[in-house]
């Protein structure tokens, strides 16, 4: 079976790699850099700030996109939205104004979920003009095969961003027999596969509305199961959301189902557990289990969210709401449990609510350690790459503008709604002293406050404007070569000084760490899975077909599962759901999955191997930027690097990861 860690056709290029590698340190207080000089001297400035025209019009001859005389319309195929239609506000006129065009969103995850949108515009023979969507499972060589897709080698051959990351693109390119740039793979970083990707919060967590778990009196929660007498002491602590509607623990949707549940993982992943195919593989590679079992953590997770539910914790709107609609229910106040840190904390922790300690924050459980993502050094391809289509109107313009999107100020304009890159310098950021602070508007707009933006930035609502692409062209902690400072906003000094509000000062005391990821690392509660890049390989039309019938009958016996009227019932759904996927050759295709967990944890020793001796250092001890012993929990969880396992990297998982914000 062939990873991208083996050895194939096309010799490893040496590339210029970003190593000014700010691995967070302690209290992810810095990410800094002392060069003020440089940093003041090359600050960015936005194209958009400067300019009048309106996101709308299509003359083509303002300033800034002349070099594009005609105005086009791009069909967007992208796997990772979560908004179908075309781009509206202030990244509409950031991208009309640098290059002329706009982006029509065509979103499977909007269209019903899972692959039929794909397979039926792959018929059809014009997947869209812009593609973006996982390399893995073959996906990419079909697509090459098919002559959807193509090489963008002559069309990049001037680009200054994105052939920072040839070694991740020469990873990417080894799932093609063809020679040639068929995609530029996503989150692409220069720092350690060690190194946790996510900042001052991890990807997955028990994030509590902490005023009404202060209300409830700070229950104990030793075990997940403890969540659940504690959120219910929450409900009746906190009875209506700010608007007066009754408030619900936990709040479901079905957007994000592919192979399992998608609300259902996030209580595995408290516990070191990310999928992969139909199996959960635990982070330190000490444990692979399949969905269905009886003891699985995917049916712990069933059953606690059956429990809640039968406690009257669940929102009954949840099998027929949509992410849009579940995120306006946790702006309100109206949801009180969070198992992503990006969606209650964006949705709710304004600086008003902050102010009088509402918000959501971790509540540590005893037993959890939670899973976290590796840097990907090799980009993460398997999960989402960007390709240009074969029927594009004008193939270069889309390059250069995938250039921009891994071009420091298209990092920061093109904030995905799971990222926490901050938009446009001078609306939502500035340079002061040499370093980035958020604006008032900023600190309004990120944290939750509906807050209109300026006409001459696009007009309209900030959240409507957000990058609908919801694409992370590169990982958020790397540092900004323009700025000396990483582009994830939370992690800058100016926005951790500024932390003096009610509800952080009651989460500190409580819990006595300055974040979370300083709360999880003292105590020994995340553990990193390297991060490498690895796709799984395209499996046959056999495996295909049983993955199709096995995965409808999980999700489809899972949310019966949940409802079930009693316990006798769950217990029932789960043996006929066993049965019916016995005699639907489930073990046909668990068997190839496990194969593949394997292989992934074959990929991050390699990666990690190979950076070590690149870099002549030990990934999991390597320095910061300023010097200094790195100590931080994403660089002390190596002790498990040699069994890691990695990210979801199916061809459907690539939509379970894809909200935020």
């Excluded at 706009?102 to 039929?116: C, F, K, M, R």
């Excluded at 990092?411 to 040499?434: H, R």
Aim: aromatic share 10%; glycine share 8%.
């Amino acid at each position: 079976m062939k990873t991208s860690m083996e050895d194939g056709k096309h010799e490893k290029k040496s590339n210029q790699r970003m190593l000014s590698a700010a691995l967070i340190a302690g209290t992810l207080a810095g990410c800094g850099s002392d060069n003020s000089d440089s940093t003041e001297s090359t600050a960015v400035e936005s194209t958009a700030g400067d300019s009048t025209e309106s996101a709308d019009s299509s003359d083509g001859e303002t300033e800034g996109n002349s070099k594009y005389k005609d105005f086009i319309t791009v069909d967007v195929f992208d796997s990772m939205a979560n908004y179908q239609g075309i781009q509206s506000g202030w990244f509409a006129k950031i991208v009309k104004d640098k290059f002329n065009m706009e982006l029509n969103i065509i979103a499977q995850n909007v269209a019903g979920g899972g692959d039929t949108l794909f397979q039926t515009r792959s018929a059809a023979g014009d997947l869209g003009d812009l593609i973006i969507t996982g390399c893995g499972n073959g996906r990419l060589q079909n697509l090459v095969t098919a002559g959807l897709v193509i090489d963008m080698t002559d069309y990049l051959k001037d680009a200054e961003n994105v052939h920072r990351y040839d070694s991740a693109i020469e990873t990417t390119s080894q799932l093609v027999e063809e020679d040639g740039i068929w995609a530029i793979p996503s989150e692409s970083s220069s720092n350690s596969p060690t190194t946790s990707s996510e900042g001052l919060e991890p990807n997955y967590g028990a994030y509590l509305r902490w005023d009404a778990y202060k209300a409830a009196g700070y229950p104990e929660l030793n075990t997940l199961e403890d969540l659940l007498p504690a959120l219910q002491k929450m409900q009746e602590a906190v009875p209506t959301s700010d608007s007066g509607k009754q408030t619900y623990a936990i709040s479901l949707f079905k957007d994000w189902d592919g192979n399992l549940m998608s609300n259902a993982k996030p209580e595995a992943s408290l516990y070191g557990y990310d999928e992969i195919g139909f199996v959960l593989a635990k982070a330190d590679g000490s444990d692979y289990q399949s969905f269905i079992d009886s003891d699985s953590a995917y049916v712990r997770s069933l059953k606690f969210l059956f429990e809640a539910n039968q406690m009257g914790l669940v929102d009954p709107e949840s099998t027929t709401q949509n992410y849009d609609t579940l995120f306006a229910k946790y702006q309100d106040g109206q949801i009180l449990f969070s198992p992503y840190p990006w969606l209650g904390q964006s949705a709710y922790n304004t600086d008003a609510n902050k102010a009088e300690g509402k918000g959501f924050m971790l509540a540590p459980i005893a037993d959890e350690c939670i899973f976290s993502y590796g840097c990907q050094v090799n980009g993460n391809g398997g999960n989402a790459g960007i390709m240009i289509g074969s029927k594009a109107e004008d193939p270069q313009r889309l390059a250069d503008f995938i250039d921009w999107l891994y071009s420091p100020e298209g990092i920061m304009e093109s904030c995905a709604q799971t990222a926490s890159t901050c938009g446009p310098e001078g609306l939502t950021w500035e340079m002061k002293d040499g370093e980035p602070v958020l604006t008032d508007f900023g600190k309004q707009a990120l944290y939750g406050e509906t807050v209109n933006v300026p006409d001459e930035w696009g007009g309209g609502t900030w959240k409507d404007g957000v990058s609908a692409l919801n694409y992370k062209a590169v990982n958020q902690l790397d540092v900004n070569p323009e700025t000396g400072i990483c582009y994830d906003y939370t992690t800058w000094s100016s926005v951790l000084e500024n932390q003096d509000n009610t509800l952080y000062a009651d989460w500190k005391t409580q819990t006595g760490a300055e974040t979370t990821m300083d709360y999880l690392t003292s105590h020994d509660q995340i553990l990193v899975a390297p991060g490498s890049g690895y796709a799984v390989p395209e499996e046959d039309s056999q495996i295909s077909t049983l993955r199709g019938q096995c995965k409808a009958s999980i999700v489809d016996y899972s949310w019966k599962m949940v409802f079930a009227s009693n316990e006798d019932e769950f217990n029932s759904l789960l043996a006929e759901m066993q049965d019916t996927l016995e005699g639907l050759d489930y073990q046909t295709v668990l068997d190839y999955d496990m194969e593949c967990a394997k292989a992934q944890n074959d990929a991050r020793v390699a990666t990690v191997k190979q950076y070590e001796e690149e870099h002549g250092t030990d990934a999991a001890a390597e320095e910061t930027a300023d010097g200094s012993a790195d100590d931080s929990a994403e660089a002390d969880t190596s002790a498990g690097i040699d069994t890691a396992a990695d990210s979801a990297d199916t061809a459907e998982a690539e939509v379970t990861e894809a909200p935020e914000e």
